[in-house]
């Protein structure tokens, strides 16, 4: 199984703050890489897809880059409806994988 | 509106059975990549299965030979049954809709509890 290895696993940041997530892969998966927010009680909602694509909807504020095996997401100013779980998740090979979760916490 | 309405969890013995329902709405299931995803209480998101649009299967090594996921294309209703239950498949089950291998419409899910 291709693993995916999110970092920080939990992270606390003031709002305006940057804040980057990282989410590396055992092997390459050639950008098939999406990310999702998850709010407590909620279903997760997709962020970005393909590494760097915005979902409809998205505000422009996340933004998604990377490829062979490391990715990241940024959130270039954290808003209070940001505070929530964010997982990575790849669709390169099967099985598909999803990381353990990254929780950004108000500080 | 597009929509995905999960229904039959419960409570379950360990070595039960119990099928899932995925009701769909605002777009064709046999259309699309759908796939079933879970989340243990106070866990992260497992994927588990997914159906192509040509109805060929892939699922995860955790469930493989337990689980199906199949559809009706005439009801538009994705389904997954799940077999020999044991304790750690107690979970929220969501089913997904699939966008470029990401999943872009989630259900509310549907909480499964495996317990005697």
């Known amino acids: 199984d291709n693993r995916l290895t999110q970092s920080p696993s939990s992270l606390s940041a003031s709002v305006g703050d940057r804040v980057t997530i990282t989410c590396r892969a055992n092997?390459?998966?050639?950008?098939?890489l999406n990310w999702y927010q998850q709010k407590p009680g909620k279903a997760p909602k997709l962020l970005i897809y393909s590494t760097s694509t915005l979902q409809i909807g998205v505000p422009s504020r996340f933004s998604g880059s990377g490829s062979g095996t490391e990715y990241t997401l940024t959130i270039s100013s954290l808003q209070p409806d940001d505070f929530a779980t964010y997982y990575c998740q790849q669709s390169h090979s099967s099985p598909w994988t999803f990381g353990q979760g990254t929780k950004v916490e108000i500080k | 509106e597009v929509q995905l309405v999960e229904s039959g969890g419960g409570l379950v013995q360990p070595g039960g059975s119990l099928r899932l329902s995925c009701t769909v709405s605002?777009?064709?299931?046999?259309?699309?990549?759908m796939t079933w995803v879970r989340q243990a209480p106070g866990k992260g998101l497992e994927w588990l299965s997914v159906i192509y649009a040509d109805g060929n299967t892939n699922y995860a090594d955790s469930v493989k030979g337990r689980f199906t996921t199949s559809r009706d294309n005439y009801r538009n209703i994705l389904f997954l049954q799940m077999d020999s239950l044991r304790a750690e498949d107690t979970a929220i089950y969501y089913c997904?809709?699939?966008?470029?291998?990401?999943?872009?419409?989630w259900g509310q899910g549907t909480m499964v509890t495996v317990s005697s």
């Open positions: 997904t809709k699939c966008l470029s291998y990401g999943f872009d419409i």
């Open positions: 605002g777009f064709t299931v046999s259309n699309n990549y």
């Open positions: 092997e390459i998966i050639r950008k098939l």
